[in-house]
Each structure stands twice: as C-alpha cells, then as structure tokens.
C-alpha cells in the first residue's frame, strides 16, 4: 500500500469530524416558527338576512410570516369550510364563510413548511382573545 495514503498532518480527523458534524447540523437545523393568528387583529363582519342563512366575512391585517401561504376558516358546529391563498400584500381575506355569532371558528395559515391555527368563539368586529373553544 503507497505510504503516502497513511501519513496526513495531525489534526486532519478533528477536522474532517468537525466539517461532518457542521455539514449534518446544518440539515437539521429547524426553522422559525410563524405565529398563530392573533384573534384580536380577526374582524369579522356578520350578515344575517331575513330570507337566508348567516354568513361572517373575515378581513386580516399583513403579517409578513404568511407570504405565500394558504388561509383556511373552518366552523367546527357546522362543519362547513373556506380556503384561499394569502393575499399578495400577506393580508387575508375578505374570506366569507357561512356562519353565525357563538359558531365556533378554526383560523388556519398553512406555508410551505408549517401549519398554525386559532379558535375563536364568533362575534361581530374583532375577536376575543380571552374566549377560548370548547371542543
């Protein structure tokens, strides 16, 4: 066997292991999460007519977090759902979903790596961060 194969400089594994273990760390190193919906910047705006069912509008302000994501309303009581990409600008919405005050309402961003969601108990104009669902 050429000997030249077996004499390296001392150190040469310490750093062969060094730049394995950066290289594998750098595979697992997990992302950032985005934060969940605030419910106090979730407007709702709720419509009932005399002749039909209810049904609540929901606009939500930019958050940069959300570029590129998908935003989901889901009324748990009725079991009926929305979904539609995130605006260009990161706002949501106007997104209507027929549902009326005291439904309880799952908000969910998807983006490409992560899901986050909030519950609010229904009501006109921006939602309670204090009143949580019972399911």
Known sequence: MD????????????????IAIALVGACVTPSIPIPPPDPSSMDFSISTPPD????????????KNYEGGTAYLFDHDTGGG???LVNADFSVGPLALG??????????????????????VLREGLQDPNTYCSF
């Not at 009326?100 to 998807?110: A, L, N, P, R, S």
């Open 99 to 120: 549902a009326k005050v005291g439904d309880q309402i799952v908000f969910t961003i998807e983006s490409t790596d992560q899901t986050v969601s909030r519950c609010v």
């Open 3 to 18: 000997q030249a194969l077996l004499k390296h400089r001392p150190g040469y594994m310490r750093r062969l292991a060094f």
């Open 82 to 84: 929305v979904f539609h």
């Open 52 to 63: 039909g069912p209810s049904t609540a509008v929901l606009t939500y302000p930019p958050d």
